[in-house]
Structure formats: structure tokens, C-alpha cells
């Protein structure tokens, strides 16, 4: 494998932090004395897992750009921002498979294995959050995340060259809900609006993915996507 300074980073997977989580938990208990931690706590999960995610997509284009001078000129024109809206993670997704392509290996000879990917991620938040407090403290939106994420299929994300979620279930989930939740967090804008969801909102048929479980469910469907694919571009890039 072609070393570089950033390859151990970039396969680290995002649940080990949610691991991390669940284990700086664990000593509080779970009585109903804990149950106002649960908003803290979540908030800054979330934080940490959507910045991890940020620089790692700032990592993988660094490598690219270490390789592929060409790619270096038009990476520093126009440099990306943070990294964490879906428009920039769809832009590095289409530039890792360029770049794969560009190394000999065509689209759909590019297999990550997406079957499992979905498997591996129901798995490990079953195992992760199973008995924890996170859980425990909501177990509603524990349970709802089962049904959320029983409705992603393999030709839901990575089916296409330039798009990184196929299907527009996903695509909403992270623009109209994570990726809101995740500015709202980063920037205190909910300290001046209203702690409580309207009725309308309420209303809505998609409110039932206001859920971390679901974000977190998310972003390792993201995280794992991105280790695959950097994984075939170091293969053809040896």
C-alpha cells in the first residue's frame, strides 16, 4: 500500500466515536435524574462525528491532490469549504471515482461491497447502543431507527458515477434534517428560536427522521462508503 500521511485516518471507521460515546456514558446510570444529559450529550456526538467526517473528506482530497497534479491546480482554484454539506461530499465522491477511473479501473468494476455495508451498519448500532444509556434515554427514536434504515437498499447510494445517494430518501434525511440539526448545534441558532417543535412540524411525514440514531446511522453509511472507495483508489494507485 502506497504510504502517505493520512491512509490511517481516512480507514478509521466514524463508530469508533460513537463507541467512545457509549463507554463515557456508561458511569452516569440511567435514572430519570440522567434523562436532561441526553440533549448534551447527543449534540456533541454529533458534532464530533460530523467534524471527523469534514476532515477526512479534507484528507482524501489532499491525497488526491498529492497524486494527480492536475487534480492539484483545479483542488486550489477552488478550494472546498467545510466539507459537510451534501453538495461537497457529492463533488468528492465524484472526484474519487475520476480519480479511480483515471487509474485504469472503469465505474462498475468498482465494487465496495454494498450489500454489506448495510448489513455491517445495522449490526454495529445494534451492538454500539444496545443496553446504553444513549438507548436507554430514547428508546422511541432507537426503535424508530430500525424502520428508517430498513428502508435503504444497495441501489439507494453509490449506484452512480456522480451521485453519492441515489434515491432521494437519503438526500433528505441529510439536507432538510442532519445537516440542519448539525448548523443549528454549531451555531447556537437554537438559542433564540423555540425549544419546541411546532404543530406543523410536527405534522410533517418526515419529522420521524429528527432522530440521532438516524444521523449517526448516516454518517456511517457515508464514512463507509468513502473507506471503500479510498481503499480501490490506493489499489490503483500503487
Known amino acids: 500500500m502506497r504510504p502517505n500521511l493520512h491512509t490511517d485516518f481516512i480507514i478509521t471507521p466514524i463508530s469508533s466515536l460513537l463507541q467512545d460515546a457509549v463507554t463515557a456514558s ?9 434523562y436532561p444529559l441526553y440533549d448534551y450529550v447527543m449534540q456533541s456526538v454529533l458534532l464530533k462525528l460530523t467534524g471527523f467526517q469534514e476532515q477526512k473528506m479534507k484528507c482524501i482530497c489532499w491525497e ?16 472546498l469549504g467545510e466539507c459537510s454539506s451534501y453538495s461537497e461530499k457529492q463533488k468528492i465522491y465524484r472526484d474519487l471515482i475520476n480519480q479511480i477511473e483515471k487509474n485504469g479501473l472503469r465505474f462498475d468494476e468498482i465494487d465496495i461491497d454494498k450489500r454489506e455495508i448495510l448489513r455491517s451498519i445495522k449490526i454495529e448500532v445494534e451492538e454500539i447502543f444496545q443496553s446504553s444509556n444513549l438507548a436507554i434515554w430514547a428508546q422511541r427514536d432507537f426503535i424508530n431507527n430500525h424502520k428508517n434504515f430498513n428502508r435503504v437498499a444497495i441501489n439507494h447510494f453509490a449506484s452512480h458515477k456522480g451521485t453519492l445517494f441515489s434515491d432521494n430518501y437519503l438526500k433528505k434525511i441529510y439536507e432538510k434534517r442532519l445537516y440542519k440539526q ?3 448545534i454549531a451555531h447556537n441558532t437554537s438559542s433564540y428560536q423555540q425549544n419546541l417543535p411546532t404543530l406543523r412540524t410536527l405534522i410533517e411525514d418526515d419529522y420521524q427522521y429528527d432522530n440521532y440514531f438516524t444521523y449517526f446511522s448516516l454518517l456511517m453509511l457515508i464514512d463507509k462508503i468513502f473507506i471503500g472507495l479510498y481503499n480501490k483508489y490506493l489499489e490503483v494507485t500503487e
Open 64 to 79: 488526491m491532490a498529492s497524486v494527480d497534479f492536475e487534480y492539484r491546480y483545479e483542488f486550489t482554484k477552488a478550494p
Open 26 to 34: 456508561s458511569g452516569i446510570g440511567n435514572g430519570i435524574e440522567t
Open 182 to 184: 448539525r448548523n443549528r
